[in-house]
């Protein structure tokens, strides 16, 4: 990805709405910032702040991985989207999705049939990681190593053993912005099968986002948390309602604006709470004041 210069057409310096962050309650924090351009299509990395090589938590940003090793499998033919997983009558569809019926953390037992609920659960995340090593016939991190992070150079994250394949990642900014990049502008996977990852699944779904409150519908993709209409959000007001992504109880976020063409990602070393539902909305509609181009029409 390359840069940007930093100095708007009269050689000025830029406003950078990034500087926020060094505001967050926290004692280590770092952001960037990237966007495809409108003629040629590169990804470029528009701005950064701290430390962008610092290895933190990933914390639930862990299931974006994730599911982008369900979709390099599902591409590859070594598992398919409505494969049984998880109780009776769900499927990896169902697990992406959180429509399986199963609770967050209370193991196998599920709350709900499957496709009646938006129940999140870290649990359906476990068990969609054993069903990609099963069908691969090789432990899940040497799979998710060898599908995704490699391919996208994330030389600096890992899923350290014994970790949940929901919430255990830990890497650098650097290397979860390239993840963004990814999805701006996808390699791994065909721009289809991206396409129909990002779309609601199960619509009409009623249920809980962490942090946020009850939502009806609690609008979802496969894998992705996707904004829609939902407000209050984590997420800014220019925020286009196809923006998809997530966020993770260590301050961790990474979301993607495919109208804008603007991905955002920020790690800490903090906890989740009032201060990031306070900072992070208008943080992103700095962001996209900024960086989306006069060319997008946001909603």
Known sequence: MGGDTGLNGN??????????????????????????????????????????DMVLPWASVTKLLVTMAVLVAVEEGTLGFD???????????????????????DGLRPFAPPGRRRIYSNVGFELLAQSVSQH?????????????????????????????????ARGPVRDLIALGAELLAPRLVSP??????????????????????????????LGFEIRDAKAPHWTGTRNSPATFGHFGRSGSFLWVDPVARVACAALCDGTFGPWARQAWPPLADAVLERWAGPDNNLA
């Open 192 to 221: 289809s099968t991206l396409a129909d990852a990002v779309e609601v699944a199960f619509p009409g779904l009623s249920g809980v986002l962490p942090g946020f409150g009850r939502f009806e519908p609690c609008d979802w993709g």
């Open 83 to 105: 494969d049984p997983a998880g109780p009776p009558g769900s499927t990896i569809r169902h697990l992406l999705a959180h429509a399986s019926g199963l609770g967050p953390d």
């Open 11 to 52: 050689g000025a310096p830029r406003s950078k709405p990034l500087d926020a962050v060094a505001q967050w309650p926290v004692r280590s924090a770092t952001a960037v910032v990237a966007r495809r351009e409108a003629t040629g299509g590169a990804i470029v990395v528009a701005e950064q702040t701290g430390d962008v």
């Open 136 to 168: 691969a016939g090789m432990p899940f991190t040497d799979y998710l190593l060898a599908g995704v992070v490699h391919p996208l150079e994330m030389t600096g994250t890992e899923l350290p053993p014994g970790s949940s394949p929901a919430s255990g």
